[in-house]
């Protein structure tokens, strides 16, 4: 054995504890003595921050090209040995013994790589559209984690009354995620939607069209100074949300009034040409339609409030059962039902014309609209309101 060959020997054996140095009548030598090259195989174990991990590096150095030197006191085959321990070679054939999972993530943090992403963790990972934690199919992020869309067979609460992509559907679930008789008015397709499904319904039809007019009287009773007649409609439109939400037509107030000269009554002011029959809010028939009402006066008492209670009060109306101003002597409109009195005068002193929901015997027609006359600071009095036909 030369004296280069027990150097680098000598060597190896002291920087990494396990080298194995071919014989120069080996085969392996021989093929690196052809060359003019020496040929050195080392097996280096090494503890690395991943876990334990071996490194295995094959030199072949040629004297005349310096690759390895075997000058006996040369420091380069020091440097040589220590780099095969580098972090550069551990990259070579690195391999985890931990078996922890790698998984792409994006810059933001989320996770890229959708085969690890975990529905239902509270965090959008991967291809995930959301992610909110839970497993409801209910709300805006269902199963798989997809963001919820009409037609993706789910009904969302307090957003959608059906869904078209549910298979177990009985009724006819519009493109939009309603159908007629949900309690909901579409109006896109509906003229009305009193729900569930209109079955018993005179005034919406199970086609979700307006097949009647709702009449009632207010369930409190109200002073007489009402903002004028425009503040006692939108008073009755207000009130009939307690039973029909989202209504696309309006309610009037069956009060008449004179302000200077110009009358306002239920008989021209009312829409009434659409010929439906007017019902309570109890669906009881008051009228087969307001041109009757006029001439005729109602079947029954109005007197069902917005909740569907009955009452038994008087009326403001100051109006006649044609549903005409009534021009007596000493009656007023209180004001034009804004307490606007006039000089000299209050509301002790000026009186108006009421109804009743109690009338006497054979005399509804009349008395529903004109019983007697009240001071304009009388309490306990209500007013109707009427559904308009469509505009």
């Not at 390895?68 to 054939?93: G, H, L, N, P, Y």
């Not at 896109?188 to 005179?202: I, V």
């Not at 039809?205 to 007019?213: M, N």
Request: charged residues 20%.
């Amino acid at each position: 054995m030369s004296k280069h060959t027990v150097f680098i020997s000598s060597l190896l054996t002291i920087s990494s504890g396990c080298t194995r140095v071919y014989p120069e009548n080996s085969a392996e030598s021989t093929s690196a003595s052809a060359s003019g090259g020496i040929l050195i195989s080392t097996t280096t174990a090494m503890a690395t921050s991943q876990g334990s991990s071996t490194t295995t590096t094959t030199h072949t150095g040629s004297a005349n090209t310096g690759s390895i030197s075997t000058s006996e006191d040369s420091e380069d085959t020091k440097s040589t040995s220590s780099a095969s321990t580098s972090a550069d070679s551990e990259t070579t054939s690195d391999k985890n013994t931990n078996n922890d999972i790698t998984t792409a993530t994006s810059d933001n943090g989320i996770d890229t790589d959708n085969d690890t992403a975990e529905c239902h963790n509270g965090t959008p990972e991967g291809n995930e559209q959301c992610d909110d934690g839970n497993e409801l199919d209910n709300d805006n992020c269902v199963d798989e984690c997809i963001i919820a869309t009409c037609g993706d067979g789910h009904i969302r609460t307090g957003i959608e009354t059906c869904d078209p992509g549910d298979e177990a559907n009985e009724i006819l679930c519009r493109d939009n995620c309603s159908y007629c008789g949900d309690g909901k008015i579409d109006t896109d397709y509906e003229e009305c939607d009193d729900g569930p499904g209109n079955g018993t319904n005179l005034v919406c039809s199970t086609e979700c069209a307006q097949v009647g007019l709702r009449a009632f009287i207010t369930a409190d009773a109200v002073s007489s100074n009402l903002g004028g007649i425009d503040g006692a409609n939108a008073k009755c439109t207000e009130l009939a949300a307690k039973f029909d939400q989202k209504s696309k037509r309006h309610y009037r107030a069956w009060l008449s009034q004179r302000i200077l000269g110009i009358i306002t009554e239920p008989y021209t002011s009312f829409i009434k040409d659409c010929n439906l029959p007017i019902i309570s809010t109890t669906n009881e028939q008051l009228a087969t339609s307001f041109e009757l009402l006029f001439s005729e006066g109602p079947i029954i008492p109005i007197n069902s409030d917005e909740y569907g209670t009955t009452q038994n009060s008087h009326t403001w109306t100051r109006t006649s059962d044609k549903g005409e101003i009534l021009d007596t002597t000493n009656i007023s409109d209180c004001g034009n039902w804004a307490h606007q009195w006039g000089i000299g005068k209050d509301a002790s002193n000026s009186h108006t014309i009421v109804g009743t929901t109690n009338p006497q015997r054979g005399t509804l027609h009349v008395q529903w609209t004109n019983k007697d006359s009240k001071p304009c600071n009388a309490t306990n009095i209500r007013i109707y309101c009427f559904e308009q036909c469509p505009e």
